[in-house]
Nanobody, 124 residues
Framework: EVSLVESGGGLVQAGGSLRLSCAAS????????ITWFRQAPGKERDRVSC????????YYANSVKGRFTISTDNAKNTVYLQMNSLKPEDTGVYYC?????????????????WGQGTQVTVSS
């Protein structure tokens, strides 16, 4: 059974940093792309970052480029999202997700498995 468990969220002041973790199990971790989404109150779930395990390529939304870094630890089946220079607009629930297609898909409806989410709140 596929399981994704996020952690590391919290309350931080603008300009601060957080590192989110997504612990995965139930599938061959290094065969899949892992994606982080963010959902702000009243808004759709938007893709923030993705890493493709097959070729190591990464994707970042324009709003987080230069501030966020996605990485993996295959020995721990864990993907990380290092978030620096946080802004109030980064506030939301952050989810990690995978799709049976094993690639970095754009829209959240393309994803099959989700974690429970972790709340990130950035105060101004």
């Amino acid at each position: 059974e596929v399981s994704l468990v996020e952690s590391g969220g919290g309350l931080v002041q603008a300009g601060g940093s957080l590192r989110l973790s997504c612990a995965a199990s139930g599938f061959t971790f290094d065969d899949y792309a892992i994606t982080w989404f963010r959902q702000a109150p009243g808004k759709e779930r938007d893709r923030v970052s993705c890493i493709s395990q097959s070729n190591g390529s990464t994707y970042y939304a324009n709003s987080v480029k230069g501030r966020f870094t996605i990485s993996t630890d295959n020995a721990k089946n864990t993907v990380y999202l290092q978030m620096n220079s946080l802004k109030p607009e980064d506030t939301g629930v952050y989810y990690c997700a995978v799709t049976r297609a094993r690639t970095c898909r754009y829209h959240y409806t393309s994803y099959d498995y989700w974690g429970q989410g972790t709340q990130v709140t950035v105060s101004s």
